[in-house]
């Protein structure tokens, strides 16, 4: 069985730009989650999105946002780049979201802004 | 009452020896504990994990020790191998809530 895969693995924008990332999900998985990874702020959870609706949603801004299609393969999209957001984007797919069910993750898109 | 906090921040173990990781948290709702095992350039892998109504659960070298009531739990690693070497997450989670992360733990095992 695959796993999570994300694309773009690496890349490189400017301050202002705007970027979409993308992530499928383990066949089968209706899950799908996002996280920014940085040396200073650790995991810090995005959004999930379940059968193509947002269900949960962490505290960053208006700039980050995602949406799932309904083969469960999901986007995110991050407006306004500034050199913040430079960070791995790691996304994570589980079969329903409920707790007990193992996140699998794919191995991120390094996002770096110039 | 969201967070997990994690301790130590480095570990620096010899071939062989037991690495131990500790994890603390405040919200009595969480049900399900994950350790994950990132290595650079990847993404974290699911190592082991644990529910609250069991108190240690072991797959190979790696166990998860889990106090309810002291509201922690840890990881052990028995006979730890330079292969080991990695960072390790503990994270909680609750009904369909987000998974919650601790900071991290840099292992390196000496040879």
Known sequence: KAGVT???RYLI???GQQV???CSPISGHRSVSWYQQTPGQGLQFLFEYFSETQRNKGNFPGRFSGRQFSNSRSEMNVSTLELGD???YLCASRLTGESNQPQHFGDGTRLSIL | QQQVKQSPQSLIVQKGGISI???AYENTAFDYFPWYQQFPGKGPALLI???PDVSEKKEGRFTISFNKSAKQFSLHIMDSQPGDSATYFCAAS???QKLV???GTRLLVSP
Do not use: D, V, Y
């Open chain 1, 6 to 8: 994300q694309t773009p």
């Open chain 1, 13 to 15: 924008k400017t301050r």
């Open chain 1, 20 to 22: 979409t990332l993308s």
């Open chain 1, 86 to 88: 430079s960070a791995l």
């Open chain 2, 21 to 23: 990781i500790n994890c």
């Open chain 2, 49 to 51: 994990a644990i529910r």
């Open chain 2, 94 to 96: 609750w009904g369909f």
């Open chain 2, 101 to 103: 992360f601790g900071t």
